[in-house]
């Protein structure tokens, strides 16, 4: 199983900064997977990157892949309280495996 | 409308008896997958079915088992739930991996081992 490492772990920041977050490997993916998941739930699919060097924006958030397809980046813009919660990358080209995941608390 | 459906949402058993968690779809995916989450943690894959193909994670206890009859339908059995198996599990299905690949989850059972 292909591994993703993710960085910060945890990131605790005041409502309205920026942030990203890193998903790695040593591994070349075909595509990557974002997801977010909130307390009591199950994690709920973000965004696929495919190409290597794609970005794809989903309002506030955007994802880039890394020309390798080794890693990915998610940068959040003007965090609002709404953004908390874990962040997991997936990815490979073996069944949905997960990164450790970085959880996010923005506050108020 | 809930496309995975995950029954019970709660789960409590007593030690070392047996439960059966299970799991629904609606969108026709061709894989499924059963995911275990302790708190604080990522999600840590347990098994995943590619149609009828089962594959078992090579750190997988062997207390736990699956079964899934048809394709709408995925079962995760605990043969003697121990106090570590206390967590949330977590059921998913996707398209196969490739462009356009899509995966949904449930919300979850949240297992209990008193």
Same mark, same amino acid.
């Given at each position: 199983?292909?591994?993703?490492?993710?960085?910060?772990?945890?990131?605790?920041?005041?409502?309205?900064?920026? !942030? %990203?977050?890193?998903?790695?490997?040593?591994?070349?993916? +075909? #595509? @990557?997977?974002?997801?977010?998941?909130? /307390? =009591?739930?199950?994690?709920?699919?973000?965004?696929?990157?495919?190409?290597?060097?794609?970005?794809?924006?989903?309002?506030? !958030? %955007?994802?880039?892949?890394?020309?390798?397809?080794?890693? +990915? #980046? @998610?940068?959040?813009?003007?965090?609002? /309280? =709404?953004?908390?919660?874990?962040?997991?990358?997936?990815?490979?080209?073996?069944?949905?495996?997960?990164?450790?995941?970085?959880?996010?608390?923005?506050?108020? | 409308?809930?496309?995975?459906?995950?029954?019970?949402?709660?789960?409590?058993?007593?030690?070392?008896?047996?439960?059966?968690?299970?799991?629904?779809?609606?969108?026709?995916?061709?894989?499924?997958?059963?995911?275990?989450?302790?708190?604080?943690?990522?999600?840590?894959?347990?098994?995943?079915?590619?149609?009828?193909?089962?594959?078992?994670?090579?750190?997988?206890?062997?207390?736990?088992?699956?079964?899934?009859?048809?394709?709408?339908?995925?079962?995760?059995?605990?043969?003697?739930?121990?106090?570590?198996?206390?967590?949330?599990?977590?059921?998913?299905?996707?398209?196969?991996?490739?462009?356009?690949?899509?995966?949904?989850?449930?919300?979850?059972?949240?297992?209990?081992?008193?």
């Amino acid at each position: 199983t292909q591994l993703l490492e993710q960085s910060p772990q945890f990131l605790s920041i005041q409502e309205g900064e920026n !942030l %990203t977050v890193y998903c790695n490997s040593s591994s070349v993916f +075909s #595509s @990557l997977q974002w997801y977010r998941q909130e /307390p =009591g739930e199950g994690p709920v699919l973000l965004v696929t990157v495919v190409t290597g060097g794609e970005v794809k924006k989903l309002k506030r !958030l %955007t994802f880039q892949f890394g020309d390798a397809r080794k890693d +990915s #980046s @998610l940068h959040i813009t003007a965090a609002q /309280p =709404g953004d908390t919660g874990l962040y997991l990358c997936a990815g490979g080209n073996t069944p949905l495996v997960f990164g450790k995941g970085t959880r996010l608390s923005v506050i108020a | 409308d809930a496309m995975v459906i995950q029954n019970p949402r709660y789960q409590v058993t007593q030690f070392g008896k047996p439960v059966t968690l299970s799991c629904s779809q609606t969108l026709n995916h061709n894989v499924m997958y059963w995911y275990q989450q302790k708190s604080s943690q990522a999600p840590k894959l347990l098994f995943h079915y590619y149609d009828k193909d089962f594959n078992n994670e090579a750190d997988t206890p062997d207390n736990f088992q699956s079964r899934r009859p048809n394709t709408s339908f995925c079962f995760l059995d605990i043969r003697s739930p121990g106090l570590g198996d206390a967590a949330m599990y977590l059921c998913a299905t996707s398209t196969p991996w490739g462009q356009g690949f899509k995966a949904f989850f449930g919300q979850g059972t949240r297992l209990t081992v008193v």
